[in-house]
């Protein structure tokens, strides 16, 4: 980037350097910061509207504070682009979200100035409020710990765990509420709906103005104006919203709501919120895409992660179709739900905060009564299901594979235990990719095959996709997932008609000899073109698609170690407690011996990168899959 386009920014390379403008200098850089951002994220992708809608805020903030010392914890991460240019990472800020390059979320690893690890949403206050303890603790009285919360995260159950409990420790904890009305998409709730009233009273805003005009005229107040003005204002907040300011029932010292894009402003609140021993909170009111006009006045949901776009005019780049391709899955659910649901009444969708990611917006715009998006609160999602299943519903939750990790004990008590038919559709599962660990839906499969009664399957293409779905509705099976990838099936011609599957019950794509390659899901396509370049070379391959992990195809298990002595299984879930392990404990049980090698993700966690160098770098690609059984052959001919 040119260094004069920058000439503020460019002399950034700590917190240390931001301290030492003015405030005019100030409202230089908030323009500097933004537009940087939009450079770089139009030309290599990523997150962008959250991130311009807190360029003041990130700057009021590290300018006012002493980080890394006071603590600053960024909820989600998507908006904390500017805090990552403004703390040493200006110049890598490129190879955000690639390869081998920084992380598109904070990162405690990654910079001192990451003071926690983030990606799923609601764990700010927590945080901060542990690190405030510790400090206590520690005797550490004057440092600050700061935690940046957007109005979609806070409605999120651990969010207000953490105030609850925040309230009753007289800990040196400032939580940022960021106020944009939005998540990922539009967010819903009766919270959202009490931060609007707040934000818009007239009113009380008026009110509140004159009062501080007249503080400001009058110093026969004293020493106790603040105390006025606080009486006066709470007075004002019951009257006029008719409840209690709902913070400080908790004992939060609650102000605001400010305009969170006025950094001159912010920096006098903030340094005056210093002083201010406890629990408080500032509400700052902003603006998603902020400063970039197509942003502010586009779709908030397709500004979030817009892809590579054009700066000047804001078009948005599209791929062009050479020619008919394969659907997302996502998409495929989408349209599949609501063809089920025309036939069965009985039919419901569920979804935390994710109708777009999920597609479940499909849905939601032809039966907006049948469809249900919770806002960010998984936990609740899974045990809201559940409670419809026993009135004789049938939901269809459709959670990422990441999320769900949230709802393990709803999973578990609310919906097994009671034996309901709740239908989990795991989006995302496996590597997704550019996101990295904190989002990879790694470890569903092991996760929910050892819980009892639930089934466990994942389809290997669009038809079997739906073929699951339609079979999870016919009849009362008990909780049933289904496991797909983000990104693009192999089925152009996806809308197939609908067919029962036995439960349980895998497919014999293909007879070998030798070697059988079990797979489960998406990547038995990866199995299916190995086999058939080994077919062409002469050498023959099984391929088995197990269909479902939890209950095996334990008919199809017999015949395999009964004919094969070298087997791989193939999944994208994690080694340790995955599909392969479930084979190993078959053959361990009925007394087989075989070669059995298992190829997944290793027990480590998988950085971020494309979808299939990562699967090259696990070693369940193509190329891995063929390298494995080239050191299969070896050992054969050894053997002999």
């Known amino acids: 980037m040119s260094k004069e386009a920058y000439p503020i920014l460019n002399k950034i390379e700590s917190p240390s350097d931001l301290k030492k403008l003015d405030s005019a200098q100030l409202l230089l850089l908030s323009e500097e910061l933004r537009q940087f951002i939009v450079s770089i994220v139009s030309v290599h992708g990523g997150h962008f509207g959250a991130s311009l809608g807190v360029v003041e805020l990130t700057i009021a903030l590290h300018y006012v504070f002493n980080t890394p010392s006071d603590p600053l914890v960024w909820d989600v991460g998507h908006q904390a682009y500017g805090h990552k240019i403004l703390t040493g990472r200006r110049d890598a800020f490129e190879t955000n979200r690639k390869y081998k390059g920084i992380s598109g979320f904070p990162k405690i690893d990654e910079s001192k100035y990451d003071a926690f690890g983030v ?71 009766a919270l959202k709906e009490y931060l609007t009233d707040i934000t818009t009273s007239h009113t009380y805003n008026k009110i509140k103005d004159e009062v501080w005009d007249l503080l400001g005229k009058f110093s026969k107040f004293g020493p106790n104006a603040q105390a006025v003005v606080k009486k006066v204002e709470n007075a004002i907040k019951s009257s006029m919203l008719e409840q209690s300011n709902y913070f400080e029932s908790l004992n939060f010292r609650y102000f605001g709501p400010v305009d969170g894009h006025d950094v001159e402003h912010l920096v006098k609140i903030l340094e ?43 078009k948005i780049f599209q791929v062009t179709k050479s020619k008919a391709e394969a659907p997302k899955y996502q998409d495929v659910f989408g349209h599949t739900i609501i063809e089920l649901a025309e036939k069965n009444e009985k039919i419901v969708g569920v979804t935390p905060a994710m109708p777009t990611g999920s597609s479940l917006k499909y849905m939601m715009e032809v039966m907006p009564d049948r469809t249900f998006d919770v806002g960010i609160a998984e936990q609740h999602a899974v045990t809201f299901s559940a409670g419809m299943a026993t009135q004789g519903l049938t939901p269809f939750c459709n959670i990422y594979s990441t999320f769900m990790q949230r709802s393990f004990d709803q999973v578990v008590h609310d919906v097994a235990i009671q034996n309901l038919s709740v239908i989990f559709c795991l989006d995302r599962a496996g590597l997704v990719g550019e996101d990295g660990p904190t989002h990879h839906g790694a470890y569903d499969i092991a996760y929910f095959k050892c819980i009892p009664n639930m089934i466990v399957s994942a389809p290997m293409n669009e038809e079997e996709l739906r073929n699951l779905m339609y079979t999870a509705q016919e ?17 152009p011609e996806w809308k197939t008609d609908f067919k029962s599957i036995e439960i349980g019950r895998g497919r014999k794509l293909r007879d070998g000899k030798d070697i059988a390659i079990l797979s489960f899901g998406h990547v038995g396509n990866y199995a299916n073109e190995v086999c058939n370049d080994y077919d062409k070379e002469g050498f023959h391959i099984a391929h088995y698609d197990l269909r479902f992990a939890k209950p095996l195809d334990r ?33 361990s049980d009925h007394l087989y011996s075989a070669c059995v090698y298992r190829l997944g993700i290793p027990d480590e966690f998988i950085e971020h990168g494309p979808q299939k160098q990562l699967h090259k770098d696990c070693g369940f690609d193509p190329e891995g899959i063929k390298t494995k059984i080239e050191e299969i052959k070896s050992s054969m001919k050894l053997a002999i």
């Open 119 to 189: 990606g799923h949403s609601s764990t700010s206050i927590g945080a901060a409020l542990g690190m405030s303890i510790a400090s206590k603790l520690k005797g550490e009285n004057n440092k600050q710990h700061i935690a940046v919360i957007g109005d979609g995260a806070l409605t999120g159950g651990q969010a207000f765990e953490a105030l609850n409990h925040a309230g009753t420790s007289d800990s040196n904890l400032l939580v940022v509420l960021n106020d944009n009305c939005m998540s990922i998409d539009p967010n819903v709730g």
């Open 272 to 314: 005056d919120l210093k002083d201010i021993p406890g629990p408080k909170i500032l509400h700052c009111i902003t603006k998603k895409g902020k400063g970039y006009q197509p942003a502010e006045d586009g779709d908030t949901t397709k500004w979030h992660a817009p892809g590579v776009f054009n700066k000047d005019t804001g």
């Open 475 to 491: 009849k009362n099976h008990g909780p049933f997932s289904i496991r797909y990838p983000r990104g693009k099936g192999v089925m």
């Open 555 to 587: 008919d199809m298990l017999h015949e395999v170690f009964s004919n094969y002595n070298h087997i791989i299984t193939l999944e994208d879930g994690c080694i340790s407690g995955g599909i392969g392990s479930s084979v190993l404990e078959f053959m």
